[in-house]
């Protein structure tokens, strides 16, 4: 199952982390971007090539630490279709290197069009007699809020492809109190829709003890992290919001289970302009990605049960 | 303002209604497909060239006699970054032939994601000097699950180059009522989603007396659409749900203010599958769904006000 080897992989490296590869052109390293803007002139398709080129770079400095990659699709979908293809390349190039690959993507429709969704991201599409991968994730993040007929057809797709997706729970930015907090009865909405999802995934808890539903779950609200992990004990938990969004390693110790599974963590700029602290101008981006990937782990692991 | 002239456009034309380009293979006639798949064999680009086809020739058969398209980046993602480009394509000619673009994308995330999202599809990118498009919709849909701070990027890009949202608010889907209804004070959640962005967007209400943040309100929910047309009276609603999925002109007749304004009526497979009840194997594709257009227009024109 999906989780499951996520979740070995996470053992195996003892790292319960993820980067985030989420370019925008000011984080890319300027010899890079200038480089294929002199051979592709000022065009989405050169910024895509430049993106390409940073995610593989990236990937060859982390994939032996690091168990999953999470790309952030808004970053690459700026580029247009050119972008969207380089993303595609980059999540082929990051699965070829042995990364758990989560598409974050937070799609979310009604019935017909969440299994076009799921089609597209995790499962295959019929063309004749030909069953084609539009961009074969791992994974990919999905938003519940127009019920579970939207998250039905995702279900399937991981049953019958072995993946898996993370859905918006309770998210890490600073107005996802406005509604995910609202009181709905005794409890508050992301506690209402962490347990819708977690009773739909049910029959899918592999050997992990997880489901192949996840939830998003921000590092920037420990207590709230803390009280999911409580309730959903078949729920893993996909963890934003730690370093440059603020979440340190103690906010997200509640949301690992008490053998230090269940959740991973992610870092973007974290990890990925790291280069932009070590004054090389980004020559070393490679190696100051690695030393932060690292620092990561030390970090978290110094607040987990051994 | 992007939704007074969408609102221009609608009286102009007197039809309140858009088309919804969501293809499915099946969706496809026959001739069409296994001409691109003859050229290109069973292959993504094979369909994405199809889809192409079909959505330029529903363009040139309903571009006099309907004010607007409604594309649905599912169906088109479902075919990898192929299927992307053709969107992207087709969402130019349609353009250029004078419709007004909605692309149904749905998307939603936390603060600088959701600028990259609203820089994608309706704002621009900085490549070194240049500012370029990666899409250039018209108007996009939107998720507001994350909060304010989600959705006020978006309303900065709307402001910035004139253009529009529509946000989730009571989905045409069965279980749309799970989260949706609950009861959150002396309200439901979608009552407050729908409050808070009217409140987001209330400094840009243009001539039409609304405003560049429009709702999604489905049609197979008449009371709840009452309900908001009544209290959400600066916002503009786009309504899915009329045709195949149910709902009647009756229904959608409470989306409307007393002019015959504010809301536009969405039907995508009564439209672009018109084909498969004539019995022509899809020869008819573009008269069949000129015919179905009219009936639609008279039936919703025989429930507004004049």
Known sequence: MSIDRLQEKIFAMENPSAFGLDPLPEYIPPDIMARHIAEKG?????????YEEFGRGLIDALCDIVPAIKIQSAFFEMLGPEGV?????????????????????????????????????????????AALAGFDF???TINAYLGSDGVRPFI????????????????????????????VGTEKLFETVGRLLESLAADTVGASGYSCVGAVAGATYPEEL????????????????????GGAAKDVAAAFD?????????????????????????????????????AMKADLLSVLPR
Chains 1, 2 share one sequence.
Not at 166 to 182: G, H, M, W
Request: overall charge positive.
């Open 42 to 50: 000022e065009t989405l398709a050169a910024a895509a090539a430049a």
């Open 85 to 129: 293809a380089a993303m595609k390349r980059a999540a082929q190039y990051a699965r070829e290197k042995g990364l758990y690959v989560i598409g974050d993507v937070k799609r979310g429709d009604i019935g017909s069009t969440a299994a076009a969704y799921s089609a597209a991201y995790l499962g295959r599409v019929q063309i004749g007699s």
């Open 138 to 140: 791992d994974c990919v």
């Open 156 to 183: 399937e797709t991981c049953k019958k492809y072995d993946k898996a997706v993370f859905a918006l729970v309770k998210t890490s930015n600073p107005s996802s109190r406005e509604l995910q907090d609202l009181s």
């Open 226 to 245: 803390r009280l999911l992990r409580e309730k959903l004990t078949g729920t893993f938990f996909l963890v934003p919001g730690y370093g440059a969004q």
């Open 258 to 294: 008490r053998h230090g599974g269940g959740a991973i963590v992610n870092s973007s700029r974290g990890i990925i302009c790291a280069w932009q602290k070590t004054g090389r101008g980004g020559r070393d981006y490679q190696e100051a990605a690695r030393a932060a990937a690292l």
